[in-house]
């Protein structure tokens, strides 16, 4: 028997990556019931698109989502990525990697890295990243798919995706629109309020169409139409621990060798992207306006591609923080209406992502119950929180002083959750896990230690295992990563092999 309280109508209002996502998601959800799900978008209004790197937690979104993965890659002109370089962070010159999959086998009584430490300590000047089997792949150009089983070499690393934004929309959109979903052109002239509840009732297009429905979403990037404009929910300005707000987007022409990795260097009041697709190469320079002007800005990002720009730059600006309530009365806000956090460690397709999948979890019936409500505005603003004290870590682990800039980020008070994970490690580097944590072991292992975060000591458990018993275990470690990575296959290869796009270059 069917519940009289089910949702029966939904009307998301903006398309782009997070509506288009929220579409698919709930197309898919409610395949083969009554509820009616509509899009609004004008293809007048632009997005901003600089989702185009991902974190591994997207392979099951697309999952669920019952996608092929070789379709989807040829579809967005994607690439595979293990992980992220991080260049001049710590120091001028210096780089590390942010690996997707964790370090080396745990043995004895402690994690992995307690018996590299102990190791360290004692003289061994082997870094932890030639215990990563993402680290060494990713910097051969090679690629593979990894493994399930536990006893393989192959079940310890992960990827993402390098994707164009826009062709991802594009692709999610068939998908739903397959499964049922409306699309409707048209900018939103109005948005009607229930007088009693306060509730979001219609929207009136320009050409004077009305959209009634029961649940909307606001996926209308930074104008916040119906979270922010019509319904006043306030907004977090985290710019005191983040500082950078504007920047400068510009596509160059494909690397030949499609490197399987994001990389972020570091400049002196921020920092550029580059992401390389298939078809182009992506480019950005994330900045703060108060110690660098737009011009300059511009001249260091282009004077920084690795190939010739094949478009104009753009430019964005924005502040970094998120809504007080994601979900208020019957309005939830994916994406940049939601919040914004830099994309330094390409979470912001993750947080829509995110945000659908706890939905889907406390999805609500005609009455709203505010209990509901509450939990997932609680869980959101956890994990945005998470987010911002890793990418505050990247700032704050510097002992970069040569610009304003810098100096500025050395003297940010970090977030207490931050500050005591930070002490923690110092101490004897063991790591503190927060419920809903985004980013987990290995993660911060690669931050901290990149960043220069020395721990002072160790794990005393790690003394219990022989020391010529770790030596050993170390070196055949290092031994299978090494050989294993060599004998993968080159990551422009596998493409070619799988799934390989149409050639757009003279488009």
């Excluded at 979470?347 to 979890?361: D, E, M, N, R």
Aim: proline share 5%; with cysteine; aromatic share 10%.
């Amino acid at each position: 028997m069917s519940n009289p309280k089910a949702i029966q109508s939904i009307v998301i209002a903006g398309g782009g990556s997070a509506g288009w996502m929220a579409a698919a998601a709930l197309s898919t959800a409610f395949h083969g019931t009554d509820c009616r799900i509509t899009l609004v978008e004008s293809e007048e209004i632009g997005t901003v698109g600089v989702g185009e790197a991902t974190i591994p937690p997207i392979q099951a979104f697309n999952q669920i989502l019952g996608i092929d993965e070789a379709a989807f890659v040829r579809a967005t002109q994607g690439t595979f990525k293990l992980g992220i370089e991080f260049v001049n962070w710590w120091r001028e010159g210096h780089r590390y990697f942010h690996p997707f999959g964790r370090y080396g086998d745990d043995f004895g009584m402690t994690p992995f890295h307690q018996q590299w430490l102990r190791a360290r300590f004692h003289g061994d000047p082997t870094p932890l990243s030639a215990y990563s089997l993402s680290d060494a792949a990713a910097f051969k150009n090679r690629f593979d798919r990894p493994l399930a089983d536990p006893r393989s070499v192959f079940s310890t690393f992960s990827y993402a995706y390098h994707f164009d934004a826009g062709l991802y929309a594009r692709f999610l959109r068939v998908h739903s629109e397959a499964r049922g979903v409306t699309r409707i052109e048209g900018k939103i002239a109005d948005v009607a309020l229930d007088p009693e509840s306060g509730f979001v009732r219609a929207l009136t297009l320009e050409n004077g169409q009305r959209i009634e429905g029961e649940l909307f979403f606001d996926c209308t990037g930074f104008r916040a139409l119906l979270i922010g404009q019509t319904l006043e929910v306030p907004y977090q300005d985290w710019s005191g621990w983040l500082p950078c707000d504007r920047a400068i987007a510009v596509p160059s022409a494909r690397m030949a060798d499609l490197p399987p990795y994001t990389r972020s260097t570091a400049h002196k009041a921020g920092w550029q992207w580059r992401i390389p697709l298939q078809h182009r190469t992506g480019n950005g320079h994330v900045y703060c306006s108060g110690f660098m002007g737009d011009d300059e800005a511009q001249s260091i990002l282009l004077a920084g591609l690795d190939g010739a720009p094949t478009g104009s730059p753009r430019q964005l600006r924005f502040t970094t923080g998120m809504r007080e309530q994601g979900w208020a009365k019957n309005v939830i806000a994916l994406g940049l209406a939601s919040g914004f956090l830099e994309p330094l460690e390409s979470t912001s397709l993750h947080l829509v992502q995110s945000g659908i999948t706890k939905l889907l979890a406390w999805f609500p019936d005609r009455d709203f119950d505010p209990a509901v409500t509450v939990e997932y505005n609680r869980q959101v603003a956890r994990e945005f929180e998470s987010v911002r004290d890793f990418l505050v870590l990247h700032y704050r682990a510097t002992e970069r002083s040569d610009s304003d800039f810098w100096r500025h980020c050395a003297a940010i008070e970090m977030p207490e959750t931050l500050a005591a994970k930070l002490a923690m490690f110092r101490l004897n580097g063991r790591l503190i896990e927060r419920d809903k944590d985004l980013f987990h072991e290995a993660s911060w292992l690669a931050v901290m230690l990149g960043q220069g975060v020395t721990p002072q000591g160790y794990d005393p458990l790690a003394d219990i295992v022989d020391p010529r018993e770790m030596q050993a275990v170390l070196a055949g470690m290092r031994n299978v990563i090494a050989h294993t990575s060599d004998a993968m296959p080159g990551h422009a290869a596998f493409i070619a092999r799988h799934c390989r796009a149409p050639d757009l270059r003279a488009a």
